[in-house]
């Protein structure tokens, strides 16, 4: 017989697997905007979760970390990443290499690598919370297949910043006492990233006139 | 004689009866609060009971093409709506004489060959929208079949066992069962499976006339007379076996008998048709909010429910799922 998670965990285990299920509908999302409202919506809920981590384990650090994952992640990042979109005036993404069926069956069969593979660590601990472990574990693999089988450099961009979302529940669950300047790294590194993003979203369309990364297989000289 | 007690084996008539009965009244209510939705006033709640009335009293009319198949059919898969309702924990949390006859997969069998009999007579016609619709419902039954399985793999993950009645006090246990993952998606993942088989908005338009669409509702175009009325009565009965399961296994198994006094059988069956006719608003609200999908996209959300199904069965690998 299994052992039963308390409500708590059970809980959070499922706010942890609804960030997995947005990695998923952003694999199979054929427009560009709608990408990243999921991927405003999968942050959504990374800051639910921090709340309630929070609330349960009297972490009021975690509140700080919950107003800046809000105004960052759900607010800020698609803002930009929308206003870059109206610019380039581009809808849909390229046809991608798989069909989305296979894409969704080979991101089944990564998460299912994830998941065995943190069952397999036999991590036996009373307050480790092993299965938000592997969801999260599962989610940054499927944020990986989305960056590699997706040709677009939104998509490209969306699994980037969704790989740093399940890292963020990761650390979450795990170590929610991580000192606070610890996490603010972390979202620092997102404005990071997002600027590089955004710089390359520009070029590459300026240079193509698309967002597809299909174009860039000839040498230019 | 004590008064006080209803026989297991009165109990056991009675799950049958409560869904011979009750399942028009039930596809009444959802068809009259779906025309309200949409502006209408909707038929009246009982006009399926009507309905059966008039096709019993009606001839029958067969196709020169046909066989006794034809014929047999719609009966074959009454007989089994009538079987499945002994299985399923409709009216008591325990298990009653023949309710260990079958566990889950032998419910699901029995609901496959209701299935296939209904698809075979349709076939056996020779009329090209009936058999468009029985190869269609068999394609997506097939596509459906592997998510049933996954949930069937989460509940004997759950309980260590395959027993709906199992899976139901498993469920009542405790809310810590209820928030569990593995048990939230195994959930979802059925209740999107209730909505593909009964034909319901994002797969079929339930009550279109246009034949291209259909898939379930495309196999009895060529039936009438009481063959039409069993293939009715049969679909309404299905849909209140798989709400039942939904209800009385996955999402709220309360309300049921603990005993064999007759007001708690009473209770039972007015909870039941209570919980069915919220369920069937729930799938009525989902007809006015979404579109039908194409044909070819119904793959995907059936996608959608395996990928839940999958994951609910993928968390159980891990400590305590």
Known sequence: MHLVPSAYAGFADVVAMLVLLTEFAMLRAPLLRSQVRIYAFQSLVVTGLAVDIAAARHVPDLYTLAALTFALKVVLVPGVVLRLLRDAEADLAGSPVLG??????IAIAV?????FAVGSFHVQSATL???ALAIAIAAALVAFVLIILRTDVVSQAMGFFSLENSVSVASLVVAAGLPLVVEVAFLFDLLVAVVVFGVIMRVHHGRTKTLSTDE?????G | MGPSVVAPQGIQALQVATILVGSPLVSGVIAHVEGRLQGRRGPRILQPYYDLAKLFRKETVVTDESSWVFLAGPVVAFSCYLIVPMLIPVLTTYGLPLGYMGDILGGGFILALAGFSVA???????APYAQLGSSRAMTFGALIEPTILFVFFAVALL????LPYAMAATVRSSTSEIVRPGHVFAAIAFFLVVLADTGRIPVETHSGTLEFGMIDEGRTLEHSGPQLALLKWGSAMKQ???YTILINVFVAPWGLATSGSPAAVVIAIASLIGKAVLLGCIFALIDNLFSKLRLFKITEFLAAAFLLAVLAVFVFYVKGG
Request: hydrophobic content about 45%; aromatic content about 6%.
């Open chain 2, 120 to 126: 075979l007579a349709g076939t056996e016609s020779g």
């Open chain 1, 100 to 105: 989305v069926a296979s894409m969704v069956l």
């Open chain 1, 216 to 220: 860039l297989d000839r040498l230019k």
């Open chain 2, 159 to 162: 309980t260590s066992t395959d």
């Open chain 1, 111 to 115: 998460s299912a690598f994830g998941f």
């Open chain 2, 240 to 242: 209140l076996i798989l």
């Open chain 1, 129 to 131: 919370p092993t299965t």
